[in-house]
């Protein structure tokens, strides 16, 4: 079994910060990317950051310069530390992990179960 929980959400005002933790446990054996997504209520879900086993980074034009991906290699998680926050960024906040299982010989992408941020303004 492979689960990732997600914490730190929560209503922060416009222009607030939020940071967002995500973290990988159970039966693995490695990780390759990890990353955050979001869906807004009537929304596709969308990529948010992404950082890769190399420490490659990634994100969605929405939110460079105000978010920043972080991870622990050897703790098996991530972060995401959100500035400036907009009324727009109100949205369920998913993180995710391609990751190989111990045993295993293929990579296969797990999810959290999400949490919510939202922005009043």
């Known amino acids: 079994q492979v689960q990732l929980v997600e914490s730190g959400g929560g209503l922060v005002q416009a222009g607030g910060s939020l940071t967002l933790s995500c973290a990988a446990s159970?039966?693995?054996?490695?990780?390759?990317?990890m990353g955050w997504y979001r869906q807004a209520p009537g929304e596709q879900r969308e990529l948010v950051a992404r950082?890769?086993?190399?420490?490659?980074?990634t994100y969605a034009d929405s939110v460079k310069g105000r978010f920043t991906i972080s991870r622990d290699y050897a703790k098996n998680t991530v972060g995401l530390q959100m500035n400036l926050l907009k009324p727009e960024d109100t949205a369920v906040y998913y993180c995710n992990a391609d990751l190989q299982r111990v045993g295993s010989p293929s990579i296969n992408r797990y999810w959290g179960q999400g949490t919510q941020v939202t922005v009043s303004s």
């Open positions: 159970g039966s693995i054996f490695s990780i390759n990317a």
């Open positions: 950082i890769t086993g190399a420490g490659t980074s």
